[in-house]
T-cell receptor, first 114, second 111 residues
Framework: DQQVKQNSPSLSVQEGRISILNCDYT??????FLWYKKYPAEGPTFLIS?????DKNEDGRFTVFLNKSAKHLSLHIVPSQPGDSAVYFC?????????????FGSGTRLQVQP | NAGVTQTPKFQVLKTGQSMTLQCAQD?????MSWYRQDPGMGLRLIHY???????DQGEVPNGYNVSRSTTEDFPLRLLSAAPSQTSVYFC??????????FGNGTRLTVT
């Protein structure tokens, strides 16, 4: 049973528009959430994170929103750029995960059309 | 500064063969880990280590061994390769509570 779910395998948006990537989780013990970005033939790279004591964290064009009651988080990219085309992984960890190991979702492939 | 270096980049094995995937880091990170990435499954933790001499199992440890004799190196051993171990393997490190820092992966095919 996947504890972190990204239900959209792919997303296509036009350059300059907003990209919204969604992530749902089932484990109420998760208290820290991260987004990673992955280009082909490279390892994932850290993008942005949020603690469960917050409901929003912003870093430039990237904003992560957390809705604890719905166990849902989303990543907003505004404006989207062609260089944002990549696979985005949502990840979570909590006090009950061994040594606070990360649990990853299955990823969403974002394509930004010029 | 190389960060996390994984070798080889690609490997093809026959069923039953053994091999070691290498991971080396030059950031002096205490925490090192191995993940595998499979389509539709995301990244799943195989084994991890919180320091030299200490290792522990992750979500999918069966068929894999690890050891951590130095801070820098964390090799992953496949004892008897199976087609189900065809995957992309990532080594990742971190310092304290900072985010994981990944290598570029090893793509393994078992025929």
């Amino acid at each position: 049973d996947q504890q972190v779910k990204q239900n959209s395998p792919s997303l296509s948006v036009q350059e300059g528009r907003i990209s919204i990537l969604n992530c749902d989780y089932t484990n109420s013990m998760f208290d820290y959430f991260l987004w990673y970005k992955k280009y082909p033939a490279e390892g994932p790279t850290f993008l942005i994170s949020i603690s469960s004591i917050k409901d929003k964290n912003e870093d430039g064009r990237f904003t992560v929103f957390l809705n604890k009651s719905a166990k849902h988080l989303s990543l907003h990219i505004v404006p989207s750029q062609p260089g944002d085309s990549a696979v985005y992984f949502c990840a979570a960890k909590g006090m009950d995960t061994g040594r606070r190991a990360l649990t990853f979702g299955s990823g969403t492939r974002l394509q930004v059309q010029p | 500064n190389a960060g996390v270096t994984q070798t080889p980049k690609f490997q093809v094995l026959k069923t039953g063969q053994s091999m070691t995937l290498q991971c080396a880091q030059d950031m002096n990170h205490e925490y090192m880990s191995w993940y595998r990435q499979d389509p539709g499954m995301g990244l799943r933790l195989i084994h991890y280590s919180v320091g030299a001499g200490i290792t522990d199992q992750g979500e999918v440890p069966n068929g894999y061994n690890v050891s951590r004799s130095t801070t820098e190196d964390f090799p992953l051993r496949l004892l008897s390769a199976a087609p189900s171990q065809t995957s992309v393997y990532f080594c990742a490190t971190r310092a304290g509570a900072s985010p994981l820092h990944f290598g570029n992966g090893t793509r393994l095919t078992v025929t």
